[in-house]
């Protein structure tokens, strides 16, 4: 709990960086920015659920680790993805988002 | 277990089969013949010494062989409704033992020299195994389903030793023939047994036969359509007895059977699987004469009367010796039926059980050494037909004197085994029935006509131009043909009513002079008859046949049963009621499903445009569908 600071002000920043997120991951073209865009949505996640179990229930620990649950499962995640993506690089030389469409139909 | 070897009689041509048949192409063909006889000496050896047990060491009891009966729950349904495995010896049994036993034996033998140099020596050495094995099982069974079991197994190994020749389309078409009908039989056996076992609540032979047995007391109380439920129990079961014993109308099978090797048709086809229909009569026996006063068993005399005199008629006219053997063999079951129809039950009233099976036990003599005698001039002359045959005697002393004599038992002339056995027969069906009497005094006439019109079509008249001088076969098939004969010869001295009774109490059978003179001259009849017609060759069987017209030919064609079985499949079942049925199927059942199937392809062929490939695309779908969820979820979830 910040002194001065309410759980309305926090939720504002969560919903902001959330929607930047959303926003970069429809608009950005390349794939390393839509992942650091995906990244942006996880940690407004992650904040929430710290944010509301400080503020709404104080003596719990719940929100706490399932924070650190959520870091953990993203850093897997976002290994997972690099990988991905320098494996695409390898094949057709470009990470645009644009270029990879042949598994469509 | 008083006989614990009995275990090892079915279980040893069992593990025959397994090694022959797992180790097929790694068994060297001599090995494996002997394999296949040695492993049926043992169970030979085996069955000896339990009848030499059951009927001199421990003989009568009270007056009766007891019956002795192992057994262990092999399915468990509840406590009262269980199928046991196990085996039942009483004289018909082991009666059956020593019959399957040695004609198999013979067979073995036999079919060391006839099928040597054949391709699949060891593959029929292993069919041979599993059928002996089968047999066994059937014989020694102790209830109505162990009975089915090792009845379809039987038919499984006739399919299969039928069908061996695999690359003739006849032979193929042959085995499937005899498959079909002996299946379709079965069904009306099957549905026997449960009848049989839903209304008296047993399936032990035991409980079933015991006359005082509330199996058959209770047979009054309830009926179906003006006869007891226990009467259609068994005319069900004598459905599927008659399909395995080609009794009339059920018989089609059995003459196609014949392109089958010929010892097969010994083995199997004369001797030891189609008497199972006689067999399964005679072990329910008591219920088919104490329910409903003996209705069923007035069906069986009838049934078995027809079919005697209808196969007798055809083989007069045929002009393939096996196939002349195959109507002989359905007439000799049928006089079989017709002598369990006419039987009583108790003491000397029950003539016609013994005789029948005395004549079961004397014809598999006799019937196996006369269908390995044609093999061994089929193996001689390279043709199954009279017209290239004649004057045999001269190059096939063995086979032509083992063969003579068959035909002498056959035909009923003493002091040979088939005069005992067709004469007790006769006796039984003079006192219950004259009319069967007749019937059975005339096939007798026929009988000896057809045999010996093939036994001087073989052995004398004309010679046909050999294109190699036919030689006698080998001695690994004439010892056989001796054994065979000297038994043939022989079997009719053993006091068999002592033994194998219906109430197994044994009597004292005599000789009914004035009756077996009766038979024996119209044996005699029928042989000098044959003798004019056939001992030169001369124009008077084509004069009679001439004269016949059409009699004849009905008779040449076997009165077209098969041609009514054709028309009856073809043109009515198939075309008016199973093909309407396929229709319906095709355009109705298939048609909704495939339908679904297209539909659903059809569907997606148009909707696919909308995958574009693009990531952000089914992103933004993706988001904008989770805000309008959103949306619903706050404002309209009241």
Not at chain 1, 44 to 52: H, L, M, P, R
Not at chain 1, 74 to 92: G, H, M, P, S
Not at chain 2, 89 to 105: A, K, R
Not at chain 2, 427 to 447: H, P, S
Request: glycine share 8%.
């Amino acid at each position: 709990m910040i002194p001065g600071v309410s759980i309305y002000e926090l939720l504002t920043v969560t919903s902001l960086l959330f929607f930047i997120g959303v926003y970069g991951f429809v608009t950005r073209k390349n794939l390393i920015s839509i992942l650091i865009s995906v990244e942006l949505i996880l940690n407004a996640a992650v904040i929430n659920f710290v944010v509301i179990n400080k503020y709404l229930y104080p003596d719990m620990l719940q929100g706490a680790v399932f924070g650190i649950f959520i870091i953990a499962v993203a850093a897997a995640e976002t290994a997972l993805a690099v990988a991905i993506i320098i494996n695409l690089y390898r094949q057709i030389s470009s990470v645009e988002v644009e270029e990879i469409e042949t598994m469509k139909h | 277990m008083m006989y614990p070897y009995v275990l090892l009689i079915p279980l040893i041509p069992l593990a025959v089969f397994l090694l022959l048949g797992l180790f097929n192409q790694k068994i060297k063909p001599e090995v494996s013949g002997y394999i296949g006889v040695g492993g049926l000496l043992i169970s030979t050896i085996l069955a000896a010494i339990t009848a030499f047990e059951y009927f001199i060491t421990t003989g009568k009891v009270d007056g009766a062989y007891e019956p002795y009966v192992f057994k262990t729950v092999w399915m468990h349904f509840s406590e009262t409704l269980h199928i046991d495995m196990g085996y039942l010896l009483d004289p018909i049994s082991v009666m059956m033992l020593i019959v399957v036993s040695v004609v198999s034996l013979m067979v073995h033998i036999y079919s060391r020299g006839y099928m040597k140099g054949d391709q699949g020596y060891t593959k029929f050495f292993a069919f041979l195994s599993l059928f002996s094995f089968s047999m066994y099982g059937l014989v020694l069974a102790t209830n109505l389903f162990q009975i089915y079991i090792f009845w379809e197994l039987v038919g499984v190994s006739s399919y299969l030793l039928i069908g061996y020749y695999y690359t003739k389309e006849s032979a193929v078409a042959a085995a499937k023939k005899a498959f079909i009908v002996t299946r379709f039989a079965d069904l009306g056996f099957l549905i026997g047994i449960l009848i049989i076992g839903y209304y008296t609540g047993t399936y032990d032979f035991e409980m079933l036969t015991d006359p005082e047995g509330s199996a058959i007391l209770s047979w009054a109380t309830t009926s179906f359509m003006g006869l007891s439920v226990l009467t259609w129990g068994l005319i069900l079961i004598f459905i599927g007895g008659a399909g395995k014993s080609a009794m009339f109308p059920l018989h089609i099978w059995l003459p196609d059977a014949m392109e089958g090797p010929t010892p097969v048709s010994a083995l199997i086809h004369a001797a030891t699987m189609v008497v199972a229909g006689i067999y399964l009569v005679a072990r329910l026996f008591p219920m088919y004469y104490f329910v409903e006063d003996g209705f069923a068993l007035q069906v069986v005399a009838y049934v078995g009367a027809f079919s005697a005199l209808f196969a007798a008629l055809i083989a007069i006219t045929q002009n393939d010796i096996k196939r002349v053997l195959a109507y002989s063999t359905m007439s000799q079951l049928g006089y079989m039926m017709l002598g369990l129809g006419v039987s009583g039950y108790e003491g000397a009233e029950g003539l016609g059980y013994m005789a029948s099976m005395f004549h079961l036990f004397t014809h598999a003599m006799f019937k196996a050494l006369l269908f390995l005698c044609a093999g061994s001039v089929i193996h001689a002359v390279h043709s199954n037909y009279l017209k290239d045959m004649g004057s045999l005697r001269k190059y096939m002393p063995v086979t032509h004197i083992t063969f003579l004599v068959a035909a002498l038992a056959i035909s009923g002339i003493p002091p040979f085994s088939g005069f005992f056995s067709k004469d007790e027969i006769l006796v039984a069906a003079f006192e219950q029935n004259k009319l069967i009497y007749v019937v059975g005094v005339v096939v007798a006439a026929l009988t000896a006509f057809y045999m010996f019109r093939i036994y001087f079509g073989i052995f004398w008249g004309k010679t046909p131009g050999y294109e190699k001088t036919p030689h006698e076969s080998p001695t690994s098939m004439t010892v056989p043909l001796i054994i065979l004969a000297l038994l043939s010869a022989g079997a009719g001295f053993i006091p068999f009513s002592e033994y194998v009774t219906a109430d197994r109490m044994g009597f004292e059978a005599h000789l009914n002079y004035p009756l077996a003179l009766i038979a024996s001259a119209v044996g005699i009849i029928g042989i000098a008859a044959a003798w004019i017609f056939y001992k030169k060759e001369n124009p008077l069987p084509d004069r009679m046949a001439n004269s016949l017209g059409k009699l004849y030919i009905w008779t040449y064609h076997k009165f077209y049963i098969d041609e009514i079985y054709l028309f009856v499949t073809k043109k009515i079942l198939f075309k008016r009621i199973s093909g309407p049925f396929a229709k319906f199927d095709k355009k109705y059942v298939d048609g909704t499903m495939v339908g679904i199937g297209n539909s659903t392809v059809s569907t997606s062929e148009k909707i696919k445009g909308i995958q574009s490939g693009k990531v952000q695309d089914y992103a933004l779908a993706f988001i904008a569908g989770a805000v309008i969820l959103g949306i619903l979820f706050i404002y309209l979830w009241k």
